[in-house]
């Protein structure tokens, strides 16, 4: 059966490699050109040759390389999103095996996703069929939504007791903006479930607690809600808040969610607007689908305020996207100036 061409592109979306091997590149090209569904535009051999491409030529993704003679893929990474002029980048190299530390790096610098390559002579199988499928899945990232005002637009509120952050594709790079943009002096809670495999959350964790420049760490079951640390979801479970006679502890829960995501960001919002209400401030950042939308939801109907992050500065609007449409964004503002926001209505008797 033919595949079905994408309805929003008069020709297929383009696609650059960058790979220093010249069987990677021939391999690659093969397996995009087989899919049917997608044009190879070019492929070079460095970062380079990639950045003098991209100066004559649009693409819609980048296939990068990490490990290249010269300037690697990560160090190139920053100017070759400038110079894609909007191209999603997906890195494909080895050295972004489950857990690995370059994975979350290239993450935090703006990549779109990962994927593991394999040794050249395992090339054949499920690579070709898995590299379409991502390629796919970042040009129809974005969901149409018809944006609308919220019913009660209004500025978020001042007087909240604790942050959560959602977010997913591309969510990592906006994080690293939003927290750079919080001194360290905030003392609120910041809770953030993003969408990754359990064996990358230690190294996000780490990452997080640099960017933040306060302790960060994995929840665990049980575990306290406490001032002037940051609690991520673990990969296995999603994260919820309940109040205690003495505070807020953390419980984990593998229950299914509407999304299907694992972990996922509606069980935190919605416990948020339970144990806090009023008093919460509820962050949605880039990300793929729809999860969040109905925690962001009862987050605003129990009073507390939504702040998401503006198309432009999304790897995929999707996430944000779905709480704009549902009429309970407080805020669209790029992460940075989320950031700031978060800094400006931090509350000094905490």
């Known amino acids: ?21 010249v069987v990677a590149r021939a391999v690659i090209s093969r397996a995009i050109d087989g899919g049917g ?34 300037v690697d893929g990560l160090t190139a990474l920053p100017d070759l999103i400038a110079a894609g002029q909007g191209a999603r980048v997906l890195i ?24 593991v390559k394999p040794e050249v002579g395992a090339f054949a199988g499920r690579f070709g069929d898995q590299l379409n499928e991502r390629l796919v899945r970042l040009v129809e990232a974005d969901e149409v939504v018809a ?9 978020p509120g001042n007087d909240y ?46 990452q997080v607690a640099v960017l933040a420049n306060r302790p960060c760490e994995v929840a665990e079951d049980r575990v306290r809600v406490r001032p002037g640390r940051i609690l991520i979801a673990p990969g296995r479970a999603h994260m919820r ?4 006679g003495d505070g807020v502890v953390i419980r984990l829960s593998t229950t299914a969610s509407v999304s299907g995501c694992l972990p996922s960001v509606d069980p935190m919002l919605q416990s948020v607007a339970e144990v806090y209400g009023a008093r919460a401030l509820g962050v949605m950042l880039s990300g793929m689908g ?4 109905i925690g962001a939801g009862q987050l605003s109907a129990a009073g507390g305020s939504v702040v998401v992050q503006d198309r432009a500065s999304s790897v ?9 449409s549902g009429g309970v964004a407080d805020a669209i503002l790029p992460p940075d100036e989320i950031g700031q926001l978060i800094a400006r209505r931090r509350r000094p008797s905490c």
């Not at 729809?290 to 939308?293: I, K, L, M």
């Open 1 to 21: 059966m033919a595949s079905k061409p994408f309805p929003d592109f008069e020709a297929p979306p383009s696609v650059l490699i960058v790979d220093d091997s």
């Open 290 to 293: 729809r999860d969040g939308a």
């Open 241 to 244: 808040c309940v109040a205690m």
């Open 92 to 115: 494909v190299s080895s050295a972004c095996a489950d857990g690995a530390a370059s994975t979350i790096q290239a993450l935090a610098l703006g990549a779109a996703d990962t994927l």
């Open 147 to 155: 944006p609308r005002t919220p019913a009660a637009a209004s500025a």
């Open 316 to 324: 995929v609007w999707g996430m944000p996207g779905a709480v704009v």
């Open 161 to 206: 007791d604790i942050v959560a952050i959602g977010a997913s594709t591309g969510g990592i790079h906006a994080l690293s903006q939003l927290l750079r943009a919080i001194p360290a002096e905030f003392r609120l809670p910041i809770l953030i479930t993003q969408h990754l495999p359990e064996s990358f959350m230690p190294y996000f964790a780490a």
């Open 37 to 70: 569904r997608f044009l190879v535009a070019g492929a070079v051999q460095d970062a380079k040759a990639a950045l003098a491409f991209l100066a004559r030529h649009r693409v819609d993704v980048i296939l990068l390389d990490i490990e290249m003679p010269g």
